[in-house]
């Protein structure tokens, strides 16, 4: 008696997800992110009362500076004896909103370019992607730095030139899923029955290129946290007296030699941020790729 | 080929050429003054204002500026704002750093990245291949500066090795061998920090060529005549797989420049990288747009450069 294979009714957002939760490596990776955005969150709403914990971010007390970890400062003090957790867990929700923002803004562009060029094809698809191909070999950090520098640094400055400069691999990707999709049997129908492209692009194509897209964008934001902090670094991030990851370690690196705190802890928030958001994509990308 | 080379230049003038507007365009567009003083300073005549105007041409409409500034580039009349000096000549004297640290960089990249592919691919699924994947995203989410600064903290601290500029100073070496490993010594250091993301990069591009290639019959056959497992991942297997470790020269290139201006700046290294950040940092229009022209001339140069080795290592592609 042969076995007919029974159909699974599991919708494939159900199966995608379902195969991301059973990645133990995802699981930690999304755990970290949610406190990460907790911690942020919580203490930016705290602030937003008038309530700082552990201590005010920008409190200065000359009397307790560059102090090591102790069980009162727990991650030490910096050279104007402002308490570096409190610093680092302000600095965390700088670094997630640029993340996040800026890969918004670098999927807006990319996927409206990648649309176009992926659709209709053509002199279209030619100019835009000679573009794309243009900005590639850019050396973007010089562009960003650049730009950055002489706009004035912002946090919306930033945003917005972090995420103009990064929507070349989404674009290719779109334009790549729209090459396969609009010779769909259901998109050749859509257009017999006389719908126009906007219909089809965003009714018809999008939403089954959503799992492709879905993983660049997560992938794209610690790129995007890597970018600022390493432009807050060269002192063109968010200004002081607001804390970020990157201009604690630029500061303390006056005092690198006696003050390992001030270089160690906001590097590892970077590293370990980034990292779970790297894992977590891949994992997504796993999830959406394998079948069966 | 020659239509290939023809073809290629052709596209480099052009994408050139719109990379020079934009960085001109971004340069020039954005509020703030270029002037080696302040905007107000009370001391400074109009007419010196108007003689340094008239000089650097700040006096011409944009489209104007731009024509004769990509002029003056070219016939190397372009004079920093800063120090009056030639632009062209302050970048030749920082290349030769750059281009060391750049290319020892891509080495380390390859030779660790291919070996670091190479043991992913041949325990694939198992989880030594995990092990790899893990340490792949570790070293793109490494921040440079961070791990600049931990090296400088453990080698200055712990053990008194100075790592800053191009050699040691104060120290009189017996001869020129010692006087040359001193000069390695400051070079290795930046450039394997900088090669992280590399060798990162470099090991997931070869482990997914890898493992279709070790899935080919000729490997199957390899190893069926008994030869070592070494000889056929090395000899048979990589050499089918060359395709990343070469284009992903080319690819390499973006990343490396970029990430000179901050490696340059923290280890004092007198590079490109470096005169850029000094450029940002005190307005100087001119060099700033001097050396993105010159970042991206490079850039074009290495794929240019990767595409005609990858023709030339692998006999099944023509350039055409």
Redesign the interface.
């Known amino acids: 008696m042969s076995t007919v294979p029974k159909l699974s009714s599991e919708t494939p957002s159900a199966r995608i997800l379902r195969r991301f939760r059973a990645d133990p490596?995802a699981r930690i990776a999304v755990m970290i992110i949610i406190l990460f955005a907790l911690l942020a969150g919580g203490t930016a709403l705290l602030s937003q009362f008038g309530h700082h914990w552990p201590f005010d971010p920008n409190l200065t007390n000359l009397e307790q500076k560059l102090l090591p970890p102790s069980p009162q400062h727990w991650l030490g003090t910096d050279n104007l004896g402002r308490d570096v957790l409190s610093r680092m867990l302000h600095g965390a929700s700088i670094s997630l909103t640029v993340g996040l923002i800026a890969v918004f803004v670098s999927l807006a562009i990319g996927m409206v370019v990648g649309a176009l060029a992926g659709y209709f094809g053509g002199i279209t698809d030619q100019v835009l992607m000679?573009?794309v191909?243009?900005l590639?070999?850019?050396?973007?950090?010089?562009?960003m730095?650049?730009?950055v520098?002489?706009?004035?640094p912002s946090l919306i400055n930033i945003v917005v030139v972090i995420g103009l400069l990064s929507w070349t691999g989404t674009a290719r990707l779109v334009r790549g899923e729209f090459l396969t999709l609009r010779e769909a049997e259901y998109v050749k129908s859509a257009r017999v029955l006389g719908q126009n492209a906007w219909t089809i692009i965003t009714r018809h194509i999008l939403p089954n290129a959503a799992a492709p897209i879905l993983v660049t964008a997560v992938l794209g934001i610690?790129e995007a946290i890597?970018s600022e902090?390493?432009l807050s670094?060269?002192g063109f991030g968010v200004q002081p007296p607001q804390a970020t990851w990157g201009n604690i370690?630029a500061d303390g690196?006056t005092y690198?030699?006696d003050a390992?705190w001030l270089?160690?802890f906001p590097?590892l928030a970077?590293?370990i941020a980034?990292?779970s958001f790297?894992?977590a994509g891949?994992a997504l990308r796993e999830a959406t790729e394998s079948r069966g | 080929m020659t239509s290939f080379l023809i073809r290629r230049l052709a596209l480099s003038v052009v994408l050139l050429f719109i990379i020079s507007i934009i960085s001109f365009f971004i340069v020039t567009m954005t509020p703030g003054s270029p002037y080696p003083w302040g905007e107000l300073n009370p001391k400074i005549s109009a007419e010196v204002k108007a003689n340094f105007r008239k000089k650097f041409h700040l006096d011409r409409p944009l489209h104007e500026q731009y024509t004769l500034m990509m002029k003056d580039l070219f016939t190397g009349d372009l004079r920093s704002i800063k120090d009056d000096r030639p632009v062209m000549g302050k970048i030749m004297e920082r290349l030769p750093a750059t281009l060391a640290l750049n290319i020892t960089a891509i080495l380390i990249s390859l030779s660790f990245g291919t070996l670091l592919g190479v043991y992913a691919a041949r325990n694939a699924g198992r989880w030594q291949d995990m092990a790899g994947s893990f340490v792949a995203f570790l070293f793109i989410a490494l921040p440079g500066f961070w791990v600049s600064y931990l090296v400088a903290i453990v080698l200055v601290k712990g053990f008194g090795v100075p790592i800053l500029g191009t050699r040691s100073y104060g120290i009189v070496f017996p001869n020129g061998f010692a006087a040359g490993l001193d000069t390695l010594w400051h070079l290795l250091i930046p450039a394997s920090i900088l090669a992280i993301g590399g060798i990162a990069s470099q090991s997931r591009y070869l482990r997914a060529t890898m493992i279709g290639t070790l899935r080919e019959d000729y490997i199957r056959t390899a190893r069926a005549k008994g030869l070592a497992e070494e000889t056929v991942l090395y000899k048979h297997a990589l050499r089918n797989s060359i395709r990343p470790l070469v284009t992903g020269i080319g690819m390499l290139l973006p990343a490396l420049i970029s990430g000179s201006v901050i490696i340059e700046s923290i280890f004092a290294y007198p590079g490109m990288g470096r005169l850029f950040y000094e450029a940002v940092l005190e307005r100087d229009y001119p060099t700033i747009v001097a050396l993105n022209f010159i970042g991206a001339a490079l850039i074009l140069l290495g794929n240019l450069l990767s595409d005609l080795l990858y023709a030339a290592v692998d006999p099944r592609v023509r350039l055409d």
């Open positions: 490596i000679r573009s191909d243009a590639l070999c850019f050396p973007t950090f010089f562009l730095l650049t730009a520098a002489l706009l004035g610690p890597l902090a390493g670094f060269l370690i690196k690198l030699l390992w270089i160690l590097g970077i590293l980034s990292l790297f894992l891949d």
